[in-house]
């Protein structure tokens, strides 16, 4: 099947930084991009979703300043979570698809620690 | 808007018996399509099995089935002979047509006894 390469899979900052976090997708040309957050035990949350050459469209209560994304290419998302709090601190993950109706392949996921 | 309801936060199972992971759903979108993914400690989202709404026949993917009741709005993940290796969270999560987003369920936690 296709693959989606993210990383980095794991990173650890200092609070007041800000970390970008790539998915690229190896074999297919993604159109859309989806970016989900799940904490420890919890299930997936969808942050935004990102069509390649438009802005991304946030889901209520995700903060598009603090979460920039970015999906300039067909084969390139960047997460970046600017000024990170330690509530931050989460597993972030990647999918994308060709198509709506399409398959979905999910990255490996980027596990954020922010001290 | 659609919902995603697995109500099981915890099963238990022995190797080589099969187990059952309920899964119910809600959506006003007469196409949907319904997915089931395994996630490991490691974190990796694994593809499982995938039932479209119009689909006559139950999913069929190796040892996983997926007993899709659709009057019911259920689609319960069926593992048979299960393995050590199965022990993971599994998620239910379902596409409208009508957008491409997918939304998942809590999650079950699966675990295989020896």
């Known amino acids: 099947g296709a693959v989606v390469s993210q990383h980095p899979s794991r990173v650890i900052c200092k609070s007041g930084t800000s970390v970008k976090i790539e998915c690229r997708s190896l074999?297919?040309?993604?159109?859309?991009m989806f970016w989900y957050r799940q904490f420890p035990k919890q299930s997936l949350m969808l942050m935004a979703t990102s069509n390649e050459g438009s802005k991304a469209t946030y889901e209520q209560g995700v903060e598009k300043d603090k979460f920039l994304i970015n999906h300039a290419s067909l084969t390139l998302s960047t997460l970046t979570v600017t000024s990170a709090h330690p509530e931050d601190s989460s597993f972030y993950i990647c999918?994308?698809?060709?198509?709506?109706?399409?398959?979905?392949?999910f990255g490996e996921g980027s596990r954020l620690t922010v001290l | 808007a659609q919902k995603i309801t697995q109500t099981q936060p915890g099963m238990f199972v022995q190797e080589k018996e099969a187990v059952t992971l309920d899964c119910t759903y809600d959506t006003s979108d007469p196409s949907y399509g319904l997915f089931w993914y395994k996630q490991p400690s490691s974190g990796e989202m694994i593809f499982l099995i995938y039932?479209?709404?119009?689909?006559?026949q139950n999913a069929t993917e190796g040892r996983y089935s997926l007993n899709f009741q659709k009057a019911r709005k259920s689609a319960n993940l069926v593992i048979s002979a299960s393995q050590l290796g199965d022990s993971a969270m599994y998620f239910c999560a379902m596409r409208e047509t009508s957008g491409s987003r997918l939304t998942f369920g809590e999650g079950t936690q699966l675990t295989v006894n020896p």
């Open positions: 074999d297919f040309q993604a159109t859309t």
């Open positions: 999918s994308g698809t060709v198509s709506n109706t399409g398959e979905l392949f």
């Open positions: 039932q479209g709404s119009y689909d006559q």
